[in-house]
């Protein structure tokens, strides 16, 4: 599984002009998910969200010149009681080495790739719960608005 990790203040999914999901501050996720990945990619990537510390400190101070609130890279959205938004994204398993069109051979065709994501979506519910993780709709044409926090964005993918 591949996952574009982004800490926002705010996030949102659109769909069809109305907004099916919407966070506050915490995490946005773009997963894609590969021909290769089961239930193991799904409690990794899982695992390694909830517990990547993007997040200051503020009862500590920064100890540094730039402008954080507090002691950077401290707290994990869970530590922070935060919010995320979750988004199915096939497109991040797209290659480009020939031509100028995407070729997208190397995503998991889509019902099997729903089942994964949604237990991933289901790990993230068991620690954090129902309230604090959303998703988009899969498999739909989505507006995802973010307000990046930072900006800070990170790639991680669970066989790398």
Sequence with gaps: ???????????????????????????????????????EDVNKLAGKVLKLRLFEDTQQEAGTATEWVGKPWMKSVSDINGEILSVSQFTLYATIKKGTKPDFHKAQKGHLANELYESFLAELRKTLGDDKVKDGVFGAMMDVGIVNDGPVTIVYDTKE
């Design 1 to 39: 599984m591949r996952v574009v990790i982004q800490r926002v203040k705010s996030a949102s999914v659109t769909v069809d002009g109305a907004v099916v999901s919407a966070v506050g501050k915490g995490l946005c996720l773009l997963v894609g998910i590969t021909q290769d990945d089961t239930l």
